[in-house]
């Protein structure tokens, strides 16, 4: 089955590549300032991979890099959903097979459905009790921290967003967008409990869309979770241009042949 066309991630996703002059002006004049604080050190490890707590209620704790990376500022590695090798944009031209992916059920109605550790890049690459994130996982980390787009990550030059253990309640579920800052009632620096996800992007048919092609960067994350009646997996995307809140979290597509990067999840 081949892949459809662009229009339908268009449409999955409500996006517009269309930027005004003035929003790049806004972008442009943004500067990170936290280069010369001391970085949040990680709260332990699992299997030899750190993790922060962000004091989510689950009790999930979250991976200080990407799986692939190896420091907190790479990309990592690229996996369509349901494979736990490394995508190939140049091999690769058509959506995985479902049959091939192994599930686990994840409520009693078989709505949602959430990869089983032998179709997880997270659990294959990182072991011990590493996961994917699944979408309640992704939808928990944006209603109870406190997430602020850089571009300038602790003067690396790396832009992406921050996601930081929120302080106070109040701040719970603040995203600061660079064209639309939401201010939070107390102070966040790097030295606070936090995790930072690099721009990544995301593939879709065989390319991977960037600020050069008119779209805006963003983080993209894939999700353990897969939707049976839209026949599709659910993706994390932040597009950090738009205040409208579509744009930020996470987002069911219909088709499996999208590539991400992953960050684990241990709990």
Request: with cysteine; aromatic share 14%.
């Amino acid at each position: 089955m081949k892949k459809i066309s662009v229009l339908y991630l268009l449409a999955g996703l409500c996006l517009t590549t269309a930027c005004s002059d003035d929003d790049e002006d806004d972008v442009i004049s943004q500067v990170e300032d936290d280069a010369t604080v001391e970085l949040y050190a990680p709260d332990g490890n699992e299997n030899n991979h750190s993790y922060v707590d962000l004091g989510i209620t689950s009790g999930v704790k979250w991976a200080t890099m990407n799986v692939g990376a190896t420091s907190i500022y790479e990309k990592g590695t690229y996996f369509a959903f349901g494979s736990t090798t490394e995508y190939d944009s140049s091999t690769e031209t058509e959506a995985i097979d479902v049959s091939s992916i192994s599930f686990v059920e994840e409520n009693s109605n078989n709505v949602t459905l959430t990869l089983a550790a032998e179709s997880d890049a997270a659990a294959t690459y990182f072991g011990g009790k590493w996961r994917t994130p699944t979408n309640v996982d992704f939808n928990q980390l944006v209603s109870q921290c406190y997430l602020k787009w850089v571009y300038n990550y602790h003067g690396s030059g790396v832009g992406g967003l921050v996601v930081y253990k929120a302080k106070i309640d109040s701040d719970k579920g603040k995203s600061s967008l660079p064209t639309a800052p939401d201010t939070p009632e107390a102070s966040y620096t790097l030295a606070d409990a936090h995790i930072f996800f690099p721009v990544t992007n995301c593939y879709f048919q065989n390319h991977l869309f960037s600020d050069s092609e008119g779209w805006w960067d963003n983080c993209a994350l894939l999700s353990s979770s897969y939707n049976v009646s839209r026949k599709g997996s659910y993706v994390f995307w932040y597009y950090p241009y738009k205040y409208d809140r579509q744009y930020r979290g996470v987002v069911p597509l219909g088709s499996l042949f999208q590539a991400a990067c992953v960050r684990p999840v241990c709990d």
